[in-house]
């Protein structure tokens, strides 16, 4: 009986094979310079970053040319340098606003508001301890200001200062209790500790002294995000929308929890409503490609991340992304281009570099592929996955052994990873180690008895061991997890055979069939088990199915003359033998076969010239001498069918006692 079987490997599954995209995961876009437009956390600075205060006793609004000659007529008036440093604040050029603002201190040093817009300049430009220096000397002219004391707040809060953050915001809460910003700083500093509790507090003190606080609704309903509250988190974004409908954080917020909820359209709204805002938001393009990625519109994906690198150009996670949609698409070619470009731009891109090693692989470019791989695992060394896809790349290559120790190294990495332990056992089937291949596929069940295919791996190697009751039960296993698996049903019918279960068999092959109309073995094996049951008619007819299929299966034209033999359609039969001679001229049991049935049909001689061909072939072929045997007898040589008889019997053929009484009788 004919026996196929090929194991089948589970890295095909897990591995990159025509996509990039089933392999990585997309990335989320925040460029430094955009940061504050994503973060949520975002704190309400006062005045400290954008609000530049003029003194009571003159803000002058002329030309920068009037300034200049007034301060040319009366060089030591302060108030005039003050405010010529309000105005080139007010147009951009912070450095002669800032000599400005020193100047009038150096004539004045009792000029609170100069420390206090000086400060402010500083902190713009991230020069947080000459901030702090100036808001503290303003405070030794002005120490009840409640609004310096919320200021100091926050730079000692961006500095991680976070005990001083708050004695400053609890002074400016004393100096002012109806300030709304220190409570809200306040809610921010416990959440950056972690405490939500206090946080929401504090949110809601600033609440109740300015009820249209966004910043302190956007964070609430940021906060009930993290406790997986959405539909309360929803509600607060949008009632800041109500608020302001030009907010950009909240519509940002909303489309982002729409996003994890599946709520695509509402997310996909949220983001062009941002863009209508702002259509330089390179962050709303960016996040709205990644959900028409995440839906499987990659053309639309692809059209808005090219908007985002033309605000934004030049940014890797750009290139990164847009490969996976093309890598999605199919156009892997392009899809490595834009790879390689992010990894010139950032040579610490692990994840491009790891979708590179896929991107090769599908190719078979395993060199390349490798290649990319091994700096994945350089710039991330503990990355399962990629000592995963390492060692199913050696395997791919043929290079078993190889890959052994990157399954391995993958197994104690991913912490007990089912599929490393089920590609593992395939390599040890592999390479001759039939134990430790059984070993790996009972860990990965163990760890997940769903795990396709490693129930049928697991029982294709108790059946090569002939452990025929536990391959069944595996087999049956995998039926139970994928029910559609025609291989299973297959090797199913096979232990079924092989354990004379002839009607089990039967309908487990025709299982195949169902599945796989075209599963040649199947139907060659259904044929031996409908010739087992006397069926030769529809064995026959089975026999022709494979035949159609495949006119190079000799074994099918071998059992075809079998059954011709049996119906007693010797012609037939000889055809059948011949055919499969013909694709083997080696076929030695064919040859035995055929002298047989020209014997049979009375041509003696032929079976005489064949049967010497058949023993030529394999010299301890019974039936050829037994076939000889009876030939010389209706030749009339005696003596030689009485030699090749006691031949045949001593290679095991059992002759018919009639056929022993005429030979003696003749002798």
Avoid at 172 to 193: C, K, Q
């Amino acid at each position: 009986m004919k026996k196929h079987r090929t194991k089948i490997i589970l890295a095909a599954i897990f591995l990159f094979s025509a996509t990039i995209v089933c392999a990585v995961e997309p990335q989320s876009f925040q460029p430094v310079e955009l940061q504050d437009q994503l973060i949520k956390e975002k704190i309400k600075n006062g005045n400290i970053f954008n609000n530049y205060k003029s003194i009571d006793r003159g803000f002058y609004s002329n030309e920068m040319t009037n300034f200049r000659q007034a301060i040319d007529v009366e060089m030591g008036l302060a108030d005039k340098h003050y405010n010529l440093g309000v105005s080139f604040a007010a147009k951009g050029d912070y450095e002669n606003a800032v000599d400005s603002f020193r100047l009038a201190i150096s004539i004045n040093p009792e000029l609170v508001d100069a420390y206090y817009n000086l400060a402010v300049l500083c902190g713009a430009n991230h020069s947080y301890d000459e901030a702090i220096i100036n808001f503290e000397e303003a405070l030794q002219y002005s120490p009840r200001s409640a609004e310096i004391y919320n200021n100091l707040g926050v730079l000692y809060g961006i500095k991680g200062n976070f005990v001083v953050a708050l004695e400053n915001y609890k002074k400016a809460i004393e100096f002012d209790p109806n300030y709304a910003d220190p409570f809200y700083n306040i809610g921010v500093l416990y959440g950056t500790l972690g405490d939500m509790q206090k946080e929401l507090d504090y949110y809601s003190k600033a609440l109740d002294i300015d009820p249209f606080f966004v910043e302190a609704l956007n964070n609430i309903g940021i906060v009930f995000g993290k406790l997986g509250e959405y539909e309360k988190e929803i509600n607060f974004y949008q009632t800041v929308l109500k608020i302001d409908s030009n907010y950009i954080d909240a519509h940002f917020n909303l489309a982002m929890v729409y996003s994890a909820l599946g709520d695509y359209e509402k997310a996909i709204d949220s983001y062009r409503k941002i863009i209508a805002l702002d259509e330089n938001s390179v962050d709303a393009y960016f996040n709205l490609a990644l959900v028409y990625n995440t839906i499987g519109e990659y053309e639309k994906a692809i059209e808005y991340f090219r908007k985002a690198e033309e605000i934004y150009p030049g940014y890797p996670e750009i290139y990164y992304n847009m490969a996976l949609c093309l890598s999605a698409l199919k156009l892997n070619s392009e899809a490595i281009a834009l790879l390689e470009k992010a990894v010139n731009i950032n040579p610490d891109y692990t994840d491009a570099f790891y979708a590179l090693g896929l991107a090769y692989k599908s190719f078979d470019d395993y060199d390349k592929a490798i290649r990319n791989l091994i700096v994945a695992l350089k710039l991330k060394p503990d990355n399962a996955k990629t000592y995963y896809q390492l060692g199913s790349i050696y395997e791919e290559k043929g290079l078993s052994r190889e890959a052994v120790p990157f399954y391995e190294k993958a197994i104690v990495l991913g912490k007990e990873d089912s599929k490393a332990y089920a590609d593992l056992g395939v390599v040890y089937g592999r390479i001759g180690e039939p134990e430790l291949e059984i070993q790996n596929y009972e860990k990965a069940i163990d760890i997940d008895p769903d795990l396709p295919k490693v129930h049928y791996n697991l029982g294709a190697s108790y059946y090569d061991k002939g452990m025929l009751e536990e391959a069944a039960r595996q087999f049956k296993e995998e039926i139970r997890i994928s029910p559609e698996n025609e291989h299973a049903y297959y090797e199913m019918g096979n232990v079924y055979a092989e354990l004379g279960n002839i009607d089990s068999a039967i309908v487990l092959y025709n299982h195949t069939l169902r599945f796989d109309p075209a599963h040649k073995y199947a139907m060659y094996n259904l044929g031996t088990m409908y010739g087992a049951k006397g069926l030769y008619n529809t064995e026959i007819e089975m026999y022709k199915k494979v035949i159609l299929i495949d006119a190079s299966m000799k074994e099918a034209f071998f059992n075809l003359g079998v059954a011709y033999g049996i119906l007693g359609m010797s012609q037939e039969e000889i055809e059948a033998y011949k055919n499969a001679i013909e694709i083997d001229d080696r076929y030695d049991q064919a040859y035995a076969n055929l002298a047989s049935a020209y014997c049979a049909s009375g041509e003696f001689y032929k079976a005489i010239e064949i049967s010497g061909r058949a023993l030529e072939l394999n010299i301890n072929e019974g039936t050829g001498y037994y076939t000889l045997s009876i030939a010389y007898f209706y030749t009339g040589n005696y003596k030689n069918a009485k030699l090749f008889c006691e031949r045949a019997i001593e290679l095991g053929i059992d002759p018919d006692p009639n056929y022993v009484f005429d030979l003696v009788d003749k002798l």
